[in-house]
C-alpha cells in the first residue's frame, strides 16, 4: 500500500518545452511511495516527457522535481534511484536471458554466484523459471516483456518506470500481464509510474491516475474517481464512453446552462409513459439504432426536442434481445441524479 510519508515522486510547477511545443507545463503532481501511478492521454499530450524527467534524460526549463525528497536537479540518470522499462524492452540480443537480468548487477560488480541467485529469484518473480539460458530471440513477446521486467527490478530501485510496457502484446496478453503486473507491484511494494495511453489499463491497474491533455494535467484521483466524476469534458470523454450534455439537454437534464456528462450504462430505459422513480431525471425519445456488441448492446436514442443519448444495457437474458428496443420504438429514459455529472471546459 502508498505509504504515508515522503512521496516518491514530487514534481512542482515544471514546464519542458521544445520551441514551440509544449510538452510539458506548469504540471505539478506527488507520487507516494509504494503507489501504482499512472500517467494516461491521448499521444503527444506529454506523459513520456514527464517519465523522461524524473529518469532524469530531460531536464525542466522551469519548476522542481524530487524524488523521495531530494532534488533532482542535475542528478545524472544513473545516479538515481529509479529504473525504466521500455515498449521495446531493449534486451541485449547475443546474452542469454539470465545474463540480460543480471546486467545491472555486473555493472555494479556484485560477484557471480550471488547474481545467479537473485537473476533466478528475478525469474520466478515474473514466472521464467528455468529460461535463464534462453536467447531473449527464442522467446514470446510476452516473456520478453517479462525479462526486460525482471531486468529492471533486480537492481531493486525504489522508483520503477514503465513507458507502455504492454504496448507490443495482443490483447488476450495484455490483459494477462496487466493483472500479473499489479500483483508483481504489491509484491515488490516498490513504487510503478506507468504511462500509457489505453484508460482501460489505467482504470484496472493503478491506486490513482493522472489524466493529460496538451502537457497539462487535467485530473488525478482513483480510477472510480475519475471515471464518476470527471473533472472536464476532455476526462469524461477520454476515459471511458460519455454522453456530453449540452443546451436543452443539458438544461433539461441537469438543471442548468452548462455541460454535464452522463455516462451511458448509468441510463435505464422504460417503456414510454412509465413511472418515473424518485430521485431521477427523466426524458423521452425514440430508439434510432441498436448494435450488439455480446456482453453489452449500445443502444442510441433520439429524444423527441431533439439531441441524441446513447444507452449500454448489459445483455443479462442472452442472444440478440431486441424486446422493445426496435428503432422507432418509444421509450422514457430515467438518470439518476448523482450520475448527471457537471464538467467544466477542459484547463
Ligand atoms: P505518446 O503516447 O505518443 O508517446 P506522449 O504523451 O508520451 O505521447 P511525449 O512523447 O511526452 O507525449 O511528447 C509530447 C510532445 O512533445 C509531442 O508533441 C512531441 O512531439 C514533443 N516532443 C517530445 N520530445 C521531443 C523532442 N526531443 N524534440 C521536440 N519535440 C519533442
Excluded: W
Aim: charged fraction near 25%; include cysteine; hydrophobic fraction near 40%.
Amino acid at each position: 500500500m502508498a505509504g504515508e510519508g515522503v512521496p516518491a515522486v514530487t514534481f512542482q510547477g515544471v514546464c519542458r518545452h521544445f520551441g514551440e511545443v509544449r510538452a510539458v507545463d506548469e504540471v505539478s503532481f506527488s507520487i507516494a511511495d509504494g503507489e501504482f501511478f499512472s500517467m494516461l492521454g491521448p499521444s503527444g499530450s506529454g506523459k513520456t516527457t514527464c517519465l523522461r524527467l524524473i529518469a532524469g534524460f530531460e531536464r525542466p526549463d522551469r519548476g522542481h522535481i524530487q524524488v523521495h525528497g531530494v532534488n533532482v536537479e542535475g542528478v545524472p540518470p544513473f545516479d538515481r534511484d529509479v529504473n525504466t522499462v521500455f515498449q521495446d524492452y531493449a534486451l541485449f540480443p547475443h546474452m542469454s536471458v539470465g545474463e540480460n537480468v543480471e546486467y545491472g548487477l555486473m555493472i555494479r560488480k556484485v560477484p557471480r554466484a550471488e547474481r545467479r541467485k537473485r537473476a533466478e529469484e528475478m525469474l520466478g518473480l515474473v514466472k521464467l523459471d528455468g529460461l535463464y539460458a534462453r536467447r531473449p530471440g527464442q522467446l514470446s513477446g510476452g516473456q520478453r516483456q517479462r525479462v526486460a521486467l525482471a531486468r529492471a527490478l533486480i537492481n531493486r530501485p525504489r522508483v520503477l518506470l514503465l513507458d507502455e510496457p504492454l504496448g507490443a502484446l495482443d490483447l488476450k496478453l495484455r490483459e494477462a500481464m496487466q493483472a500479473e503486473l499489479k500483483t508483481i507491484q504489491r509484491q515488490v511494494g516498490i513504487t510503478f509510474v506507468y504511462v500509457t495511453h489505453d484508460q482501460g489499463e489505467a482504470l484496472s491497474m493503478s491506486d490513482r491516475l493522472a489524466v493529460f491533455n496538451h502537457g497539462r494535467i487535467e485530473q488525478i484521483g482513483a480510477p472510480a474517481e475519475v471515471y464518476d466524476h470527471p473533472a472536464t469534458q476532455f476526462v469524461a470523454g477520454f476515459v471511458g464512453q460519455t454522453n456530453l450534455l449540452e443546451g436543452y439537454l443539458a438544461q433539461r437534464l441537469g438543471g442548468f446552462p452548462a455541460s454535464y456528462a452522463v455516462r451511458p450504462e448509468r441510463i435505464r430505459i422504460l417503456p414510454a409513459e412509465a413511472e418515473v422513480p424518485p430521485g431521477f431525471a427523466s426524458i423521452d425519445g425514440r430508439v434510432s439504432a441498436v448494435t450488439y456488441l455480446g456482453a453489452n448492446s449500445r443502444v442510441e436514442v433520439e429524444v423527441d426536442e431533439g439531441g441524441r443519448l446513447q444507452v449500454v444495457e448489459q445483455n443479462v437474458e442472452g442472444g440478440m434481445a431486441m424486446e422493445g428496443r426496435a428503432p422507432g420504438t418509444a421509450v422514457r429514459l430515467v438518470i439518476e441524479r448523482r450520475h448527471i455529472q457537471a464538467v467544466s471546459e477542459s484547463r
